[in-house]
């Protein structure tokens, strides 16, 4: 079972978002919390583990951003979606960067890509994801194909394709 908690300080967001999820999964398929205060919201996520985290943006005392930013710091494999209507770029571009969002869910929302967000989200596995290390060797090599393949020699050495080996000593 997975577990979602949705936090926005707005009271009809919360309970449309909880008729809407009630209807499309199983209390075996998914683990509902709302918290309509973002204090509060980080207070539980210290105690418990969240598989997804959906929030709001504007709220009083601590906004959508950094509250997922919080999140982040506190969990990082937790899957985090922003619900807004500020889709301005720069609201967009700190949620990204910020608190690395999963996805961005317009208000008013659309039902459909709401609930499709929702389960790409509970189906993403963070740690599945390849590190930066692996992300720049796959860049690298569809630029240059096998300038990231080394071939080492026996004494540690770097090999280059084609060319005989050298000794320690240069000749």
């Excluded at 075996?28 to 969240?50: E, I, M, N, Y």
């Excluded at 997804?52 to 601590?62: A, D, E, N, Q, T």
């Excluded at 499709?116 to 509970?122: G, I, K, Q, S, T």
Aim: glycine fraction near 6%.
């Amino acid at each position: 079972m997975k577990r979602l908690l949705i936090f926005d300080d707005e009271a009809p967001v919360l309970q449309a978002l909880h008729r809407l999820l009630q209807r499309q999964f199983t209390p075996q398929q998914l683990s509902l919390a709302l918290c309509s205060d973002p204090l509060q919201a980080l207070q539980r996520l210290q105690h418990k583990r969240f598989d997804v985290l959906i929030s709001g943006y504007r709220m009083p005392g601590l906004d959508g951003v950094r509250l997922l930013a919080h999140a982040r710091e506190l969990d990082p494999r937790a899957v985090r979606l922003m619900l807004s209507a500020a889709a301005d770029f720069g609201t967009l571009l700190a949620a990204v960067n910020r608190a690395g969002v999963f996805r961005f869910i317009p208000k008013p929302w659309n039902e459909a890509q709401l609930l499709a967000d929702l389960r790409a989200a509970l189906a993403f596995d963070p740690c599945a994801m390849p590190s930066a290390y692996e992300l720049e060797r796959r860049r690298l090599g569809a630029l240059e194909p096998g300038l990231t393949q080394v071939h080492w020699g026996p004494n540690g050495e770097v090999l280059m394709p084609g060319l005989p080996p050298t000794r320690p000593d240069g000749l």
